[in-house]
Protein backbone atom coordinates (compact mmCIF):
# COMPACT_ATOMS: atom_id res chain seq x y z
CA UNK A 1 0.00 0.00 0.00
CA UNK A 2 0.87 3.48 -0.02
CA UNK A 3 3.38 5.00 2.18
CA UNK A 4 5.49 7.62 3.78
CA UNK A 5 8.77 7.71 5.40
CA UNK A 6 10.26 10.72 6.97
CA UNK A 7 13.76 11.44 8.96
CA UNK A 8 13.11 10.44 12.69
CA UNK A 9 13.79 13.79 14.96
CA UNK A 10 14.04 15.36 16.86
CA UNK A 11 16.26 18.20 14.49
CA UNK A 12 17.92 20.56 17.00
CA UNK A 13 19.20 23.97 15.06
CA UNK A 14 20.75 27.10 15.81
CA UNK A 15 18.95 30.08 13.76
CA UNK A 16 19.40 30.93 10.83
CA UNK A 17 20.70 27.33 9.94
CA UNK A 18 20.00 25.80 6.73
CA UNK A 19 17.54 22.78 7.33
CA UNK A 20 16.54 19.32 5.61
CA UNK A 21 13.53 16.94 6.22
CA UNK A 22 14.16 13.54 4.23
CA UNK A 23 10.70 12.29 2.99
CA UNK A 24 10.14 9.44 0.44
CA UNK A 25 7.14 7.87 -0.48
CA UNK A 26 6.02 4.73 -2.26
CA UNK A 27 2.89 5.27 -4.05
CA UNK A 28 0.53 3.68 -6.88
CA UNK A 29 -0.70 6.08 -9.91
CA UNK A 30 0.27 9.65 -9.26
CA UNK A 31 0.01 11.04 -6.02
CA UNK A 32 -0.22 14.79 -4.79
CA UNK A 33 2.30 15.46 -2.31
CA UNK A 34 2.22 17.87 0.88
CA UNK A 35 4.04 19.04 3.69
CA UNK A 36 1.94 19.74 6.63
CA UNK A 37 2.56 22.13 10.52
CA UNK A 38 1.79 21.75 13.92
CA UNK A 39 2.48 24.36 16.10
CA UNK A 40 2.42 23.10 20.06
CA UNK A 41 -1.24 22.24 21.06
CA UNK A 42 -2.48 23.01 17.79
CA UNK A 43 -3.76 21.27 14.75
CA UNK A 44 -2.22 20.28 11.54
CA UNK A 45 -1.97 23.51 8.97
CA UNK A 46 -0.63 23.13 4.87
CA UNK A 47 2.63 24.25 5.31
CA UNK A 48 2.86 23.60 1.05
CA UNK A 49 1.98 21.18 -1.55
CA UNK A 50 3.08 19.85 -5.38
CA UNK A 51 0.76 18.05 -7.77
CA UNK A 52 3.03 16.37 -10.62
CA UNK A 53 7.03 15.79 -10.73
CA UNK A 54 8.73 18.54 -10.79
CA UNK A 55 6.73 21.11 -9.21
CA UNK A 56 8.35 23.06 -6.47
CA UNK A 57 6.01 23.99 -4.00
CA UNK A 58 6.94 27.13 -1.45
CA UNK A 59 5.42 28.85 1.26
CA UNK A 60 7.11 31.20 3.69
CA UNK A 61 10.54 30.25 2.98
CA UNK A 62 10.33 26.84 2.80
CA UNK A 63 10.44 24.57 -0.59
CA UNK A 64 9.75 21.11 -1.79
CA UNK A 65 10.31 19.24 -5.01
CA UNK A 66 8.60 17.01 -6.24
CA UNK A 67 11.15 14.45 -7.69
CA UNK A 68 9.62 11.21 -9.32
CA UNK A 69 12.36 9.64 -10.56
CA UNK A 70 13.44 9.13 -6.39
CA UNK A 71 10.21 8.93 -5.02
CA UNK A 72 11.15 12.21 -2.29
CA UNK A 73 10.00 15.70 -1.22
CA UNK A 74 12.31 16.91 0.84
CA UNK A 75 11.66 20.08 2.45
CA UNK A 76 14.11 22.76 2.98
CA UNK A 77 14.62 26.55 4.28
CA UNK A 78 17.88 28.19 3.94
CA UNK A 79 17.69 30.08 7.26
CA UNK A 80 15.18 28.83 10.42
CA UNK A 81 13.86 30.82 13.33
CA UNK A 82 12.74 30.39 16.96
CA UNK A 83 9.38 30.39 15.64
CA UNK A 84 9.70 27.17 13.41
CA UNK A 85 9.68 25.49 15.80
CA UNK A 86 7.56 22.57 15.47
CA UNK A 87 6.24 19.00 14.11
CA UNK A 88 6.30 18.85 10.54
CA UNK A 89 4.52 15.79 8.69
CA UNK A 90 4.72 15.11 5.01
CA UNK A 91 1.98 13.25 3.25
CA UNK A 92 0.63 12.15 -0.08
CA UNK A 93 -2.93 11.88 -1.25
CA UNK A 94 -3.63 10.05 -4.83
CA UNK A 95 -5.43 12.98 -7.16
CA UNK A 96 -9.27 12.06 -6.85
CA UNK A 97 -9.26 9.65 -3.59
CA UNK A 98 -9.82 10.10 -0.41
CA UNK A 99 -7.65 9.38 2.06
CA UNK A 100 -4.38 10.99 2.63
CA UNK A 101 -1.25 8.99 4.16
CA UNK A 102 1.22 10.87 6.79
CA UNK A 103 4.48 10.38 7.75
CA UNK A 104 5.38 10.05 11.31
CA UNK A 105 6.02 13.45 12.02
CA UNK A 106 9.86 15.26 12.15
CA UNK A 107 9.81 17.73 15.51
CA UNK A 108 12.24 20.61 14.66
CA UNK A 109 13.94 22.46 17.26
CA UNK A 110 15.50 26.29 16.78
CA UNK A 111 17.64 27.53 19.36
CA UNK A 112 18.21 31.16 19.29
CA UNK B 1 -14.07 33.13 8.09
CA UNK B 2 -14.63 29.57 7.29
CA UNK B 3 -12.61 27.04 8.94
CA UNK B 4 -13.70 24.16 11.44
CA UNK B 5 -14.10 24.32 15.16
CA UNK B 6 -13.79 21.42 17.49
CA UNK B 7 -15.35 21.58 20.92
CA UNK B 8 -14.70 21.12 23.42
CA UNK B 9 -10.73 21.98 23.60
CA UNK B 10 -9.96 19.99 27.03
CA UNK B 11 -12.22 16.87 27.88
CA UNK B 12 -11.89 14.67 30.83
CA UNK B 13 -13.67 11.19 30.84
CA UNK B 14 -13.63 8.22 33.67
CA UNK B 15 -13.52 5.01 32.49
CA UNK B 16 -16.80 3.25 31.11
CA UNK B 17 -18.36 6.48 29.81
CA UNK B 18 -18.73 7.97 26.42
CA UNK B 19 -18.03 11.22 25.23
CA UNK B 20 -18.89 12.77 22.37
CA UNK B 21 -16.41 15.53 20.26
CA UNK B 22 -17.88 17.73 18.28
CA UNK B 23 -16.54 18.93 14.64
CA UNK B 24 -18.38 21.63 12.47
CA UNK B 25 -17.17 23.15 9.29
CA UNK B 26 -18.42 26.05 6.97
CA UNK B 27 -15.82 25.72 4.23
CA UNK B 28 -18.92 23.67 2.38
CA UNK B 29 -16.42 20.52 1.63
CA UNK B 30 -17.94 17.24 1.00
CA UNK B 31 -15.06 15.42 2.91
CA UNK B 32 -14.62 14.94 6.98
CA UNK B 33 -12.36 13.02 8.98
CA UNK B 34 -11.20 12.24 12.08
CA UNK B 35 -7.58 11.70 13.01
CA UNK B 36 -6.19 10.04 16.19
CA UNK B 37 -2.90 11.24 17.08
CA UNK B 38 -0.90 9.70 20.24
CA UNK B 39 2.74 11.47 21.91
CA UNK B 40 5.34 11.90 19.42
CA UNK B 41 3.48 9.84 16.69
CA UNK B 42 1.91 10.31 13.52
CA UNK B 43 -1.86 10.56 12.76
CA UNK B 44 -4.21 7.36 12.53
CA UNK B 45 -6.90 7.41 10.82
CA UNK B 46 -10.54 6.73 12.98
CA UNK B 47 -13.61 7.11 10.65
CA UNK B 48 -13.54 9.53 7.26
CA UNK B 49 -16.86 10.60 5.35
CA UNK B 50 -17.31 11.19 1.64
CA UNK B 51 -21.37 12.43 2.03
CA UNK B 52 -23.98 12.86 4.27
CA UNK B 53 -25.38 9.95 5.84
CA UNK B 54 -22.35 8.00 4.46
CA UNK B 55 -19.15 7.26 6.56
CA UNK B 56 -16.74 4.64 6.78
CA UNK B 57 -14.09 2.83 8.71
CA UNK B 58 -10.54 4.05 8.53
CA UNK B 59 -7.61 2.20 10.38
CA UNK B 60 -8.21 2.12 13.86
CA UNK B 61 -12.19 2.38 14.18
CA UNK B 62 -12.99 0.07 16.87
CA UNK B 63 -14.55 1.74 20.00
CA UNK B 64 -15.13 4.52 18.07
CA UNK B 65 -18.82 5.67 16.06
CA UNK B 66 -19.89 8.65 13.81
CA UNK B 67 -22.83 10.48 12.33
CA UNK B 68 -22.79 12.20 9.22
CA UNK B 69 -27.07 13.63 9.15
CA UNK B 70 -25.54 17.10 7.84
CA UNK B 71 -22.67 18.29 5.32
CA UNK B 72 -21.27 20.63 7.70
CA UNK B 73 -21.11 18.61 11.13
CA UNK B 74 -19.14 15.24 11.74
CA UNK B 75 -19.65 13.95 15.48
CA UNK B 76 -17.22 11.52 17.06
CA UNK B 77 -18.02 9.48 20.11
CA UNK B 78 -15.81 7.59 22.17
CA UNK B 79 -16.82 4.81 23.70
CA UNK B 80 -16.08 2.51 26.60
CA UNK B 81 -15.19 0.15 24.18
CA UNK B 82 -12.08 1.64 23.35
CA UNK B 83 -9.26 0.53 25.56
CA UNK B 84 -7.09 3.67 25.68
CA UNK B 85 -8.74 7.16 24.47
CA UNK B 86 -6.64 9.25 26.00
CA UNK B 87 -4.80 11.14 22.96
CA UNK B 88 -5.28 14.29 20.76
CA UNK B 89 -8.03 14.43 18.36
CA UNK B 90 -8.00 15.99 15.07
CA UNK B 91 -11.17 16.96 12.84
CA UNK B 92 -10.35 17.79 9.15
CA UNK B 93 -12.21 18.34 6.05
CA UNK B 94 -11.31 19.08 2.34
CA UNK B 95 -13.22 18.56 -1.31
CA UNK B 96 -12.35 15.46 -3.31
CA UNK B 97 -13.20 14.57 -7.04
CA UNK B 98 -11.31 14.51 -10.38
CA UNK B 99 -8.34 16.93 -10.98
CA UNK B 100 -9.04 17.87 -6.89
CA UNK B 101 -5.61 17.74 -4.85
CA UNK B 102 -7.38 17.52 -2.18
CA UNK B 103 -5.48 18.80 0.97
CA UNK B 104 -6.79 18.72 4.03
CA UNK B 105 -8.16 21.81 6.46
CA UNK B 106 -7.84 20.84 10.21
CA UNK B 107 -9.60 21.54 13.40
CA UNK B 108 -7.29 22.76 16.54
CA UNK B 109 -8.33 19.98 18.28
CA UNK B 110 -9.67 17.96 21.22
CA UNK B 111 -7.75 16.51 24.20
CA UNK B 112 -9.39 14.01 26.06
CA UNK B 113 -8.05 12.14 29.09
CA UNK B 114 -9.33 9.70 31.19
CA UNK B 115 -8.92 9.59 34.78
Known amino acids: GDSVTQMEGPVTLSEEAFLTINCTYT??????LFWYVQYPGEGLQLLLK?????DKGSNKGFEATYRKETTSFHLEKGSVQVSDSAVYFC???????????FGAGTRLFVKA | DGGITQSPKYLFRKEGQNVTLSCEQN?????MYWYRQDPGQGLRLIYY???????QKGDIAEGYSVSREKKESFPLTVTSAQKNPTAFYLC????FGTGVTGELFFGEGSRLTVL
Open chain 2, 27 to 31: LNHDA
Open chain 1, 27 to 32: ATGYPS
Open chain 1, 50 to 54: ATKAD
Open chain 2, 49 to 55: SQIVNDF
Open chain 2, 92 to 95: ASST
Open chain 1, 91 to 101: ALRNTGGFKTI
